[in-house]
């Protein structure tokens, strides 16, 4: 099992950034470390994905704004979160699991969230 604590959201302006960070614990060799978001009265989608070897996906939103990064010595992932929209607002989730997916039922482990709030 993976414990996962998320930190970093907050309230921020439109066009502005935010870095959430993600700290693993546990059974973490070779875990794939991802980002999902969920706003009020939507599913939860894909944000983005890194591997322990550093291979990346993101969500199409995501365009060039969004950068992931994991640093394996910290058992840390960032999110970094730049030029944010007010559709970015939603609670941001960090992710555990075994397979390299978009798909929120890939991951078995989820964090408690971290709220972040886009102001225009």
């Known amino acids: 099992q993976v414990q996962l604590v998320e930190s970093g959201g907050g309230l921020v302006q439109a066009g502005g950034s935010l870095r959430l960070s993600c700290v693993v614990s546990g059974r973490t060799n070779s875990i794939i470390i991802g980002w999902f978001r969920q706003a009020p009265g939507k599913d939860r989608e894909f944000v983005a994905v890194?591997?322990?070897?550093?291979?990346?996906n993101y969500a199409r939103f995501v365009k060039g704004r969004f950068t992931i990064s994991r640093e394996n010595a910290k058992n840390t992932v960032y999110l970094q979160m730049n030029s944010l929209q007010s559709e970015d607002t939603a609670v941001y989730y960090c992710?555990?699991?075994?397979?390299?997916?978009?798909?929120?039922?890939?991951?078995?482990?989820w964090g408690q969230g971290t709220q972040v709030t886009v102001s225009s």
């Open positions: 992710v555990a699991g075994r397979i390299f997916s978009t798909s929120p039922g890939a991951y078995d482990d």
């Open positions: 890194v591997t322990s070897g550093g291979s990346t």
